[in-house]
């Protein structure tokens, strides 16, 4: 399963070329109003791809980070490999600074976490 989140056609070019038989796709992000992807019907068919269109709504990221959370054991066994650390909202500052200073590539704040430490 690939889920783009980021809006960007090339990105989602890309996906549909990593997607192994019988993959799904969801597009969650939204591309630019007029955007043009260009997808060859012929993998889908090939490949046997699912695609699915996800509609933004503004309770749908901690679902969105639940999922992620949920792959973690099987997929990504070291976020933190992948540059992506959580905070607590109370730890904005400190994620920022990360984010600023390149030490991370992605910030994740997980609001049912109180802050324990200044990270």
């Known amino acids: ?39 060859d019907p012929h993998a889908i068919f090939a490949k046997e791809l699912r695609i699915i269109g996800s509609k933004i709504d503004k309770f749908s990221m901690a679902r969105a980070v639940q999922v992620v959370l949920d792959m973690t054991p099987n997929y990504f066994a070291d976020l933190g490999r992948l540059g992506i650390a959580m905070y607590a909202l109370e730890d904005h500052e400190a994620a920022l600074a990360k984010l600023a200073a390149g030490s991370i590539s992605k910030a994740v704040f997980d609001f049912t976490v109180v802050a ?4």
């Open 1 to 39: 399963m690939i889920v783009d989140c980021s809006g960007v056609p090339a990105a989602v070019e890309a996906a549909f070329r990593w997607l192994a038989p019988g993959a799904t796709f969801v597009q969650f992000g939204c591309c630019p109003m007029g955007s043009c992807v260009t997808i």
């Open 116 to 119: 324990t430490s200044a990270d």
